[in-house]
């Protein structure tokens, strides 16, 4: 799926690099840096969607402080550890995983 993901980025910002970049950098010089542009708008977006993700998945538990745009306290963070009942937040492994 990253792979995917990394994939359509590159094409969707393959003209856009390609007509912006500045000029100076020629020749494999200007392909290296134009790869690594992509990649690393690849990994911005890849930040943003993770994050999202994580921050909607535990908006909502009884870990996550007001602060952070939960209801929950930091205290409560190791409640029944090591074995936390995940039927509470069925999404948090994924969020995890993520």
Known sequence: ???????????????????????????DDRSNRIRRSKI???KGFYFLFAITLGWYTAKDSHFLPPVL???????????DFPYQDE????????????
């Not at 856009?16 to 020749?27: I, S």
């Open 1 to 27: 799926m990253m792979h995917l993901g990394q994939k359509v980025t590159f094409r969707v910002f393959d003209s856009f690099y390609e007509n912006n970049f500045d000029p100076k950098y020629t020749g």
């Open 87 to 98: 039927s509470e937040y069925p999404h948090v492994r994924t969020a995890i995983l993520v």
């Open 69 to 79: 745009g939960g209801r929950g306290s930091t205290t409560r963070t190791f409640d």
């Open 40 to 42: 690393q708008m690849f």
